[in-house]
């Protein structure tokens, strides 16, 4: 969710009231919870005609749909563990769900990274990096920033290296997680081919450049091979030339007008042009005026403001509602 749709998303669930809106967030995932409960802690009085505005065009947007994803365990817990915090909601949770276990890996989608990268950032690198592959790609960068730099390096490096998961490591991992999270013994994990030069690349793609340079130089100072694959995998905000016009034209809806003009400050003329074409006339003179006199921005800022834009077009691709062209004749994000 951008943060228009986050800050209308949390103005719904303060209207809707607990009981309603516990009943709409058992269908979200541990992100966006943690993204939803920020926007509400912090949110300002409302106003009236604001309220009356989100209400109707949630009103409007869901005659539309008639269905919706399920998985109502893992995101109440989420929601519980982000509202309560852990003991709390660990009590709350077994009297709803009764004696359903929380394995120790989707209980650490549900912790903030400064928590996990403070849980495990002693372990062995391997098992690191094991865990890391099991969560979302911009939470294993959150917590990789946490480390040093040399930790960093060689956890990516066994990311990539890294040839599925076998049933003895996940036993370790599990271990590892028993001691470290308080409940019940977590679930035994199923074996699951993660890892590789393309999970270490997506990591990558949500880490600043410094970080990005530190680790590539050590990638390629242990295999040259590997670290070239690793950059052909990753996926930079000149990527977006790859898209079509119709692609383009969906993200410009999903994207606001303010974070599109600074994370354009960065950008190839090219790219700039391949924007404002797929705008209406107005609007893309608007953007080019708006453009010319936006004062100096940090590049921390455009880079965040790039990133953001990358993790909707993921979403979009992820949904197969736009196509990017990699290298070679299949199509990845």
Request: hydrophobic share 45%; no cysteine.
């Amino acid at each position: 969710m951008n943060n228009e749709k986050i800050h209308k998303a949390a103005i719904l669930m303060l209207a809707l009231g607990e009981t309603e809106a516990a009943e709409v967030m058992k269908h979200l995932g541990p992100r966006d919870v943690q993204k939803l409960g920020a926007a509400m802690s912090t949110m300002e009085p409302i106003a009236h005609e604001d309220i009356s505005n989100v209400l109707g065009e949630f009103n409007t947007i869901t005659g539309q749909h008639s269905e919706y994803g399920t998985n109502s365990d893992e995101y109440l817990r989420s929601v519980l563990t982000q509202a309560l915090g852990t003991d709390k909601a660990a009590s709350l949770l077994n009297r709803i769900l009764g004696d359903a276990d929380v394995s120790g890996i989707e209980s650490l989608k549900w912790m903030d990274p400064a928590s996990v990268a403070d849980l495990i950032q002693n372990e062995h690198p391997q098992i690191i990096a094991t865990i890391l592959v099991h969560l979302e790609h911009d939470q294993s960068a959150d917590i990789l920033s946490k480390f040093t730099e040399r930790l960093r390096n060689d956890v990516l490096l066994r990311i990539a290296t890294l040839d599925g998961v076998q049933p003895v490591a996940l036993q370790e991992l599990n271990q590892v997680l028993t001691r470290l999270l308080s409940g019940n013994e977590s679930n035994a994990i199923k074996k699951q081919a993660m890892g590789g030069t393309r999970t270490a690349a997506e990591i990558l793609n949500f880490m600043g450049g410094t970080i990005e340079n530190s680790v590539m130089d050590a990638f390629r100072n242990y295999d040259a091979d590997m670290a070239q694959k690793v950059m052909d995998a990753m996926f930079g905000f000149e990527n977006l030339m790859d898209i079509d016009d119709r692609g383009i034209q969906l993200l410009l809806r999903e994207v606001q007008s303010d974070s599109l003009i600074i994370a354009l400050k960065g950008a190839p003329t090219e790219l700039k042009e391949k924007f404002l074409k797929n705008m209406s006339q107005r609007a893309a003179d608007m953007l080019r005026e708006d453009m010319e006199t936006k004062g100096p921005v940090r590049v921390s800022e455009v880079e965040a403001q790039q990133k953001a834009i990358l993790v909707i077009v993921r979403r979009l691709a992820d949904e197969g509602q736009l196509v990017i062209g990699g290298k070679g004749d299949d199509a990845f994000l």
